[in-house]
Nanobody, 121 residues
Framework: QVQLVESGGGLVQSGGSLRLSCVASGSIFSIYELAWYRQVPAKERELVATIATDGNTKYADPVKGRFTISRDNAKNTLYLQMNSLKPEDTAVYYC???????????????WGKGMLVTVSS
């Protein structure tokens, strides 16, 4: 069983920066895709960014050029550097280990508990 523990959320002013971290237990961190999602009340959880095992990254359009996802396999840690934050970035942010293919093939589909990021205007 894998546990994901997020940290780094909180309150920041518009235009500011935050760095989110997600530490994973266990030994499978390095062999699966990782991602950050976010969710606001009454809306579906949305994908923010993904990072593959080879380091290839993808970003949702609203965060391109402002957010950077990275991973440190030696530390079992996933990061999300968020710059130029906007009030519309306010959400609960979740880290995720796995992918749809990994979920169906290996049953790997792990989520952190989420943490609130609030961007004030």
């Amino acid at each position: 069983q894998v546990q994901l523990v997020e940290s780094g959320g909180g309150l920041v002013q518009s235009g500011g920066s935050l760095r989110l971290s997600c530490v994973a237990s266990g030994s499978i961190f390095s062999i699966y895709e990782l991602a950050w999602y976010r969710q606001v009340p009454a809306k579906e959880r949305e994908l923010v960014a993904t990072i593959a095992t080879d380091g290839n990254t993808k970003y949702a359009d609203p965060v391109k050029g402002r957010f950077t996802i990275s991973r440190d396999n030696a530390k079992n840690t996933l990061y999300l550097q968020m710059n130029s934050l906007k009030p519309e970035d306010t959400a609960v942010y979740y880290c995720h280990l796995g992918s749809p293919a990994a979920a169906s093939r290996d049953g790997v589909d792990y989520w952190g508990k989420g943490m609130l990021v609030t961007v004030s205007s």
